[in-house]
Structure formats: structure tokens, C-alpha cells
């Protein structure tokens, strides 16, 4: 068959090197494959929550080295599934509510389960609190990274505002949408300036050459870092340190992340609240170094 041409979806800027030479690569190779035997992104999702759920079982042996090891490249499976399924569902343009939402439980899910893991080995009531506190860290992390990231990558292409999601009747798709929806509010007002451009893309250009540096800091809130780091504190014989790193320097990388992206946009917006125009953008891109 055809290969299909390649995913565009994400910009290169802000993303993980380990995204951009090892899993997506990795997942592109598999797309043809996947997609010439049917196989659902919905289905790729699952396989994806069951590699994540093997790693879990490997980490729970964290004591010996081999099993951290089999842990780390089962994790990286995960990895490479959980682009894969996006890909399939936007070569098919099978996209859908139910699939958004089950490639995001999926991935909680995964994680989850190695923190339930890690805690049942460590077997104190010290190490649970510890786990329950940073996976509610965790998933507040990681919902507010995808709805930045999802928002620059829809700006930088001129895009003032998102596509209206198809509401769903599944109770627990619609509180994944609102959560995932939370930062919208705050961030209204560039997308208003962004709208009323008749030609957005200066604008657009000039906020994506912006908004990369926070960007790429909060790209450390990727579910990458997070494997390596709980290969490495396995490693080192204590995976109590990750869940300290989710606690203290993730969470201050979120709010960093968030209130500089914010001020970002707030440079953007004519004071005046008259159109961008290209004559602005060298002041502009001085104001926001």
C-alpha cells in the first residue's frame, strides 16, 4: 500500500528529542503495517495500556536491575503505541470523542498502575501518601501540558480558536473534556486578537517563535521524562525520588511554564487592541526575549 505522508500534527520545536529520534519515527515505520490490517487506533490505545501494564509488573521488581531494564524498554513500547494511535486515527480520520478520551485514560492508566505498583512493593503507608500525592500532581501536570501544547500548535498555524468537540454522551468523556478544557479561560484574549486578524499568520509567527522557550520547558512535563525518570530512581534502588521530582520540580516547571506562556501573550496584544500588522514584529519579538 501507499505509505501515508507524514504526520504534521506536532511542531518539532517543542518536542522531546527522544519524540523526534527514536518513538515517532519508530511509530511511523509501524503505520503502513497497522493500517493495512485494520487495526483501530481504539485498539492500538489498549495494546498500548497493556505494554504500560507489563511494565508496572517489571518495576514492581525494582530490586534487580534486569527487571528495571525490561521495565524501561516495555515503557518505551508504550511510548511508541500511544503516537501510534493518533496517527492511525488521523491517516483513517477516525478521530472521535471516545478515542480522544480513552488515548488519555490510557495513558493515566499506565502510569497508574506502575505507581500502584511501586507502592505495593515498597509496602509502607509513608510510600502510599507519597504515590497518592504525586499522581494527583501527575495528572494536573499533564492536563494542563497538553491543553498548552495542543493550543500552540493550533496558533501557530493561525488558528485563533479550537474546533468545537463533539459532546459526548459518556459522562467520564465530557469530565476529561472539561478538565482538559480548564486553562481556556485564561487565555480567551489572545485568541481574540489572533481571530479578529484578516490575515493571522504574522501574528501566528511571531507567538510561535515566542512561546517556544516555555514551551519547551513544559515539554519536561512529557510522559518521556517520566519513564526515564522512574527507570533511573529504580535504578538507583529508590523510586520514592521520582515521586518527590513529580512533587517539587515538575510542578514548578508547570507553574513557571504556565505564567510565562501567559506573559507571552499578554506582550502580543496591542495595547490599543489594533490589528497585528507585519511592521510590528521585530518590536514585538525584542519585547518577548
Same mark, same amino acid.
Given at each position: 500500500?501507499?505509505?501515508?505522508?507524514?504526520?504534521?500534527?506536532?511542531?518539532?520545536?517543542?518536542?522531546?528529542?527522544?519524540?523526534?529520534?527514536?518513538?515517532?519515527?519508530?511509530?511511523?515505520?509501524?503505520?503502513?503495517?497497522?493500517?493495512?490490517?485494520?487495526?483501530?487506533?481504539?485498539?492500538?490505545?489498549?495494546?498500548?495500556?497493556?505494554?504500560?501494564?507489563?511494565? %508496572?509488573?517489571?518495576? %514492581?521488581?525494582?530490586?534487580?536491575?534486569?527487571?528495571?531494564?525490561?521495565?524501561?524498554?516495555?515503557?518505551?513500547?508504550?511510548?511508541?503505541?500511544?503516537?501510534?494511535?493518533?496517527?492511525?486515527?488521523?491517516?483513517?480520520?477516525?478521530?472521535?470523542?471516545?478515542?480522544?478520551?480513552?488515548?488519555?485514560?490510557?495513558?493515566?492508566?499506565? *502510569?497508574?498502575?506502575?505507581?500502584?505498583?511501586?507502592?505495593?512493593?515498597?509496602?509502607?503507608?509513608?510510600?502510599?501518601?507519597? %504515590?497518592?500525592?504525586?499522581?494527583?500532581?501527575?495528572?494536573?501536570?499533564?492536563?494542563?501540558?497538553?491543553?498548552?501544547?495542543?493550543? *500552540?500548535?493550533?496558533?501557530?498555524?493561525?488558528?485563533?480558536?479550537?474546533?468545537?468537540?463533539?459532546?459526548?454522551? &459518556?459522562?467520564?468523556?465530557?469530565?476529561?473534556?472539561?478538565?482538559? %478544557?480548564?486553562?481556556?479561560? *485564561?487565555?480567551?484574549?489572545?485568541?481574540?486578537?489572533?481571530?479578529?486578524?484578516?490575515?493571522?499568520?504574522?501574528?501566528?509567527?511571531?507567538?510561535?517563535?515566542?512561546?517556544?522557550?516555555?514551551?519547551?520547558?513544559?515539554?519536561?512535563?512529557?510522559?518521556?521524562?517520566?519513564?526515564?525518570?522512574? *527507570?533511573?530512581?529504580?535504578?538507583?534502588?529508590?523510586?520514592?525520588?521520582?515521586?518527590?521530582?513529580?512533587?517539587?520540580?515538575?510542578?514548578?516547571?508547570?507553574?513557571?511554564?504556565?505564567?510565562?506562556?501567559?506573559?507571552?501573550?499578554?506582550?502580543?496584544?496591542?495595547?490599543?487592541?489594533?490589528?497585528?500588522?507585519?511592521?510590528?514584529?521585530?518590536?514585538?519579538?525584542? &519585547?518577548?526575549?
Amino acid at each position: 500500500m501507499t505509505r501515508p505522508p507524514p504526520d504534521r500534527s506536532r511542531d518539532r520545536r517543542i518536542e522531546d528529542p527522544t519524540n523526534l529520534w527514536i518513538v515517532h519515527p519508530a511509530a511511523y515505520s509501524l503505520l503502513p503495517w497497522f493500517i493495512a490490517r485494520r487495526v483501530s487506533a481504539n485498539m492500538v490505545s489498549v495494546g498500548g495500556l497493556i505494554l504500560g501494564a507489563l511494565a %508496572a509488573l517489571c518495576y %514492581a521488581q525494582w530490586q534487580d536491575w534486569r527487571f528495571v531494564l525490561c521495565g524501561l524498554i516495555l515503557s518505551i513500547g508504550w511510548l511508541i503505541a500511544d503516537g501510534l494511535d493518533g496517527m492511525i486515527a488521523r491517516a483513517t480520520g477516525t478521530a472521535s470523542a471516545l478515542g480522544r478520551a480513552l488515548d488519555g485514560l490510557c495513558d493515566h492508566g499506565v *502510569f497508574a498502575l506502575i505507581y500502584v505498583s511501586l507502592a505495593w512493593s515498597i509496602g509502607t503507608v509513608g510510600g502510599w501518601a507519597l %504515590a497518592v500525592a504525586a499522581g494527583a500532581a501527575h495528572a494536573v501536570q499533564s492536563n494542563f501540558y497538553e491543553s498548552e501544547r495542543a493550543r *500552540f500548535h493550533r496558533r501557530c498555524k493561525g488558528i485563533a480558536a479550537s474546533s468545537p468537540l463533539p459532546v459526548s454522551r &459518556n459522562p467520564l468523556v465530557r469530565c476529561y473534556d472539561h478538565v482538559a %478544557a480548564t486553562l481556556e479561560r *485564561f487565555a480567551r484574549r489572545f485568541d481574540a486578537v489572533l481571530g479578529r486578524e484578516s490575515d493571522p499568520m504574522p501574528l501566528a509567527s511571531v507567538y510561535g517563535r515566542a512561546s517556544t522557550p516555555p514551551m519547551r520547558l513544559m515539554s519536561l512535563l512529557s510522559a518521556n521524562v517520566r519513564v526515564y525518570t522512574i *527507570f533511573l530512581a529504580c535504578l538507583a534502588g529508590d523510586p520514592r525520588w521520582f515521586w518527590w521530582v513529580e512533587l517539587g520540580p515538575l510542578t514548578l516547571i508547570l507553574l513557571t511554564g504556565l505564567v510565562w506562556h501567559r506573559r507571552v501573550e499578554r506582550r502580543l496584544i496591542p495595547a490599543d487592541a489594533r490589528p497585528f500588522s507585519s511592521s510590528m514584529i521585530h518590536s514585538k519579538d525584542m &519585547n518577548t526575549q
